[in-house]
């Protein structure tokens, strides 16, 4: 290969001279206009005539460009430029001259355009996410490369990775290619090749700004993280906006600085937020908004993304707003050339709601909410334990400013005795009263604890507020209980998020950058929400209009109003709440003759929130004024006559907050135990409707026992599955209670790993994840804890894709060390659910992929194993088993007059009456935005695949894309 550079010293070491060679007159201007403009040279001298030479130079380096004008050498050239052309794909640019000069650039970004303006080709390494290095070819065809750091081009090649004979076919069992199942990586999400180059016009890559304001919250670290790679991924530049809005008014580099990828590795796991915020008394100025706007043109920033709560995100729709009459005064008082005031003439902006409040309307959580009330509850279990021991009573005040979600949901999750949130202010005559007359009767029953939970902004009717100091006085003064009161105060926006946050901010992170991508100049700004397991898109403004519609309807003290003004889910759970505290001291709200025996049982694994549901569906059938009965120890315990006992309040006390099963649980279904004498035995209790809490096996047991309704009259009454598995498995929802208290486990066990692994240089941990045949729990892991690639069974694993992994990892490592970041975050993850091969346990995997390394990392495997069902059940679980469990309890009652008519044996089970009862066994599942119930029937024969325990469809499956972008994992896509 012809080299027309003469380094005469190389530039990257130090020294700053050299000759390049231009061997066409028709391209010596274009060679000297390249340099200069990309190394910033000025024209010093002109030599010579036919042999021209042009000396060009700034303060630190001095280039020749010399003309000798030969056509076999320019012919040579050309052909050697088609060969980068042809190989931009598959080579190494570096392996394909022998000689090339190196320089240090300031900005890749300013770079890239200019090459692009150019019309030459480049080529980014490691790898165009996050390049450290570019090489491209000058207009002559000489082979130069750029460095964003002094020094840090690597001439050592990456070595090509060779399958060795510790990946023999025999050492892998195939379980099912990568497209098998059709996960081929999401068209949208796929990995760009490398940059395509735009001959005609030159592009400016968009700058994406994002900024966290207001209270932090933990998962806004999240955000920042999916916000930065995924601008990188499509892209542009990101940038983060330092200290809130602070950094907007004060602007400048410091505060407005681009991020890379590597910036943002490990910040999952970090609590609070690393691009700091504030609460900024400026913004709330035009004139801070001014300046805010002038920093955001100065940095050529297009587009915002506030993660903050509803304070930001009313600033954030009053600076849109403005934003024209801001520019247009900047121009006037000619702060920005009319070309800028063009560019910038509207703010493209995005909001994520990230607050520990979780007082935004139009969303059902925000990023931060789910998090403090695991704290909430984590503290009040523990309290819990010290006022049963003293026979205490506790008054918890918690935070939430003017929105009583903290306290209501922290109320169901630990069962408190009482509440006081904002949106049902109590009566200031009688608050008092009802209080001690519920704690009372609780006492008079033998509880030994009494807990308040006391929002932070509760009212009573005339807007006073109520405070933990008068609770405290009450309970003492009429009570006369030995009382504490605990301020919870910061410890709730503390430590690092859970995974429920981390996904939900990942995931919306990601929708910000695309909604602010798919923004034309005028469109209205969105904002991001979820809405039960969807990710969507709302107006900014509604949403804003709406959330300060709350704090009017308070001052109006229309309090009805507040309530509906919260989305409905909340008013479903402070109905919840009521009810589950109703059990034992009002009257029943159900007549006599409405009143029904419901039976409960367990089937399956235990799952974090079975005890809740049972919990939940006591209490609440108490309330109602049903007899709820259990069934001990699963199908085979009722068969071996251990017992079906009715449920009072005293048993059960405890059992929302507690872990396992305490009805005992097993995976037989009834056709493997004894059919008949299940039968028998709901004859014998004359129960009016089941509940069974499970997963897989659940949903077999149902199936079982509605497919035997012609045989065995006693089935013939409403039956609901309500779906609990970590593995998440069950066809006909998208959520199986314990799924996500498995999935915290998991993440606070990956967590600990990867701190060890980033204290150890090269250290990878290959963790094995359960899931049973379901990939669900493992993608999701790899979404919270950010790991570097997941294997799952709906994959398998390919040889191809675990050497592309290894040699992912190897290039992973190598970015870091070319970056010469201080990161400490160097500790890698990969996790296999058990079943994504039965051949290569973890163990086998880490051997095999430290061998491949070739000393670039070691692999270490670790096994949680049960670890995983979790202990306590998280807050999301206990929540949405009081949810579930009370849903279908009002699914037997609405089912009554339905099944009455067939309950009888003498009816005969012809088609029609087939036809009626269908529907009365049913799965509750939650799908997409709402709750349903699908009948049994029509989910086993249409949507599950029986064999491999799995439904046919699986719901998340375009996690998988996100998590493989987010790490940057490149797919070895099979043909
Ligand atoms: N009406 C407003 N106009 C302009 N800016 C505002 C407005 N309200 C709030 N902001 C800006 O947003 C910042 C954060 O608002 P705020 O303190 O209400 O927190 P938040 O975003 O609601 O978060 P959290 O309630 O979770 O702490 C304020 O300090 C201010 O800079
Ligand atoms: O951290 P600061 O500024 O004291 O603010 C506390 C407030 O912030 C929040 O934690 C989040 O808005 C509120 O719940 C609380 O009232
Ligand atoms: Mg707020």
């Known amino acids: 290969m012809s080299c027309a550079v003469n380094p005469v010293s190389p530039v990257v070491n130090g020294t700053a001279y050299c000759t390049i060679n231009v061997f066409a007159k028709e391209k010596f201007e274009s060679v000297i206009q390249f340099y200069s403009k990309i190394l910033d040279l000025g024209r010093v001298s002109t030599e010579g005539d036919v042999t021209q030479s042009v000396l060009l130079s700034n303060e630190e380096m001095s280039l020749k460009i010399k003309l000798t004008i030969d056509d076999s050498k320019d012919k040579e050239f050309q052909g050697q430029r088609q060969g980068f052309l042809d190989n931009r794909k598959t080579a190494d640019w570096r392996s394909m001259m022998g000689e090339y000069v190196t320089y240090t650039v300031s900005d890749f970004l300013v770079l890239e355009n200019l090459l692009i303006e150019f019309g030459v080709p480049y080529q980014c390494k490691p790898n165009d996410i996050s390049p450290s290095q570019i090489y491209s070819l000058d207009p002559q065809g000489n082979l130069v490369g750029f460095a964003s750091t002094k020094n840090s081009i690597s001439t050592i090649l990456p070595k090509p990775t060779a399958v060795s004979s510790a990946l023999s076919s025999k050492t892998i069992s195939r379980v099912h290619s990568s ?33 966290t304001s207001g209270g932090d919250a933990q998962g806004m670290n999240s955000v920042v993280r999916a916000v930065v790679r995924t601008a990188i991924f499509k892209n542009c530049q990101p940038f983060a906006i330092m200290e809130g809005y602070e950094g907007l008014v004060r602007g400048g580099p410091d505060y407005i600085t681009p991020l890379k990828w590597e910036d943002v590795s490990g910040w999952n796991a970090i609590g609070g937020t690393n691009i700091g915020t504030a609460r900024c008394m400026k913004f709330k100025e035009r004139e801070g908004r001014l300046l805010g706007c002038f920093h955001l043109i100065q940095a050529g920033i297009d587009a915002l993304i506030v993660c903050g709560g509803d304070g930001s995100l009313t600033g954030a729709d009053l600076f849109r707003a403005e934003w024209p009459s801001l520019v247009s005064e900047l121009l006037k008082t000619k702060k920005i050339t009319q070309e800028e005031a063009q560019t910038y003439e509207s703010l493209n902006i995005c909001g994520v709601v990230g607050s520990i409040d979780n007082d935004m309307c139009s969303t059902d959580a925000t990023i931060g909410a789910y998090s403090a009330l695991s704290r909430i509850c984590e503290a009040v279990d523990y309290v819990e334990a010290t006022a049963a021991s003293h026979s205490r009573a506790f008054v918890i005040e918690v935070m939430g400013r003017h929105c009583g979600w903290l306290a209501l949901m922290a109320g169901i999750s630990t069962s408190a005795d009482f509440i006081f949130i904002p949106e049902e202010a109590v009566n200031p005559g009688t608050w008092r009263d009802e209080m001690c007359e519920t704690i009372s009767r609780h006492r008079k029953r033998n509880k030994r604890t009494t807990i308040v939970i006391v929002a932070e902004g509760a009212l009573d009717r005339d807007l006073n507020p109520v405070t933990a100091n008068d609770i405290y006085k009450t309970l003492v003064d009429r009570l006369k209980l030995d009382t504490r009161i605990t301020t919870l105060g910061h410890v709730q926006r503390g430590g690092s998020a859970v995974a429920y946050d981390r996904v939900l901010a990942t995931l919306q992170g990601v929708e910000a950058v695309n909604a602010v991508l798919d923004s034309v100049a005028g469109s209205a700004s969105p904002i991001i929400t979820v809405s039960e397991n969807k990710i969507m898109r709302k107006s900014l403004v509604d949403s804003v209009k709406l959330t300060k519609s709350v704090a009017s309807a308070i001052a109006a003290k229309d309090f009805g109003k507040v309530l509906s003004l919260r989305d409905p889910e909340f008013i479903e759970h402070y109905q919840n709440y009521l009810a589950i505290n109703a059990a034992d001291h009002y009257d029943p709200q159900l007549t006599a003759d409405k009143r029904l025996k419901i039976a409960i049982v367990n089937v399956g694994a235990p799952a974090g929130g079975i005890n809740s549901a049972v919990y939940s569906m006591a209490t609440f059938c108490l309330s109602q004024g049903h007899k709820p009965y259990a069934i001990f120890n699963g199908w085979s315990g009722l068969t071996r006559h251990e017992g079906v006992r009715s449920l009072d309040w005293d048993m059960i006390l405890g059992w929302q907050t507690r872990g396992g099963s305490e009805l005992g649980t097993n995976r037989d279904t009834p056709c493997s135990t004894d059919i008949g004498m299940i039968a028998y035995y709901f004859q014998k209790y004359q129960f009016d409707g089941l509940i069974i809490v499970g997963g897989f096996e659940g949903l077999i047991s149902l199936h079982e026992l509605e497919r035997s309704r012609d045989v065995y009259p006693g089935f013939r009454i409403p039956m609901v599955l309500i779906p609990a598995t970590l593995s998440n498995n069950v066809p006909g929802t998208e959520y199986s209670l314990g799924s996500d208290t498995a999935l915290n486990s998991l993440t606070s066990y990956c967590d600990i790993l990867k701190w060890s692994a980033s204290s150890i240089r090269g250290r990878v941990f290959v963790v094995d994840c359960q899931g049973g045949n379901s990939g669900y729990l493992a993608t999701v892991a790899d ?127 012809d088609d029609a009456f087939d036809k009626v009862m269908r529907s009365t066994a049913a799965v509750l599942g939650v799908k997409g935005s709402g709750i349903v119930f699908s009948s049994v029937r029509k989910v086993y024969d249409d949507e599950t695949d029986v064999k491999k325990r799995m439904p046919k469809v699986v719901h998340w499956q375009s996690l998988r894309s996100v998590a493989d972008h987010l790490s940057g994992r490149k797919r070895v896509v099979e043909t």
């Open 179 to 211: 497209t098998d199942l059709g996960y081929a990586v999401e068209t949208g999400l796929n990995y760009p090749s490398l940059p395509i180059i735009n001959l005609t016009r030159p592009q400016r890559k968009r700058s994406i700004a994002v900024m």
């Open 783 to 909: 979404l919270a804890v950010g790991a570097h690639a997941s294997y799952v069974p709906e994959e398998g694993i390919s040889i191809d894709q675990l050497m592309q992994d290894v040699s992912n990892i190897a290039e992973a490592y190598e970015r870091m060390d070319e970056c010469g970041t201080e990161t400490k975050e160097t500790g890698k993850l990969v996790l296999k659910t058990t079943n994504a091969s039965k051949a290569i346990d973890v163990e086998k995997l880490s051997q095999i992929m430290t061998s491949e390394a070739g000393g670039k990392f070691d692999a270490r495997s670790a096994v949680p194993g049960h670890i995983q069902q979790g202990g306590n059940p998280s807050p999301i679980d206990r929540t949405r088993a009081t949810r579930f469990a009370i849903r279908a309890v009002q699914f037997i009652e609405d089912n009554q007059m339905v099944v009455n008519k067939y309950r009888h044996a003498n009816e005969v089970y």
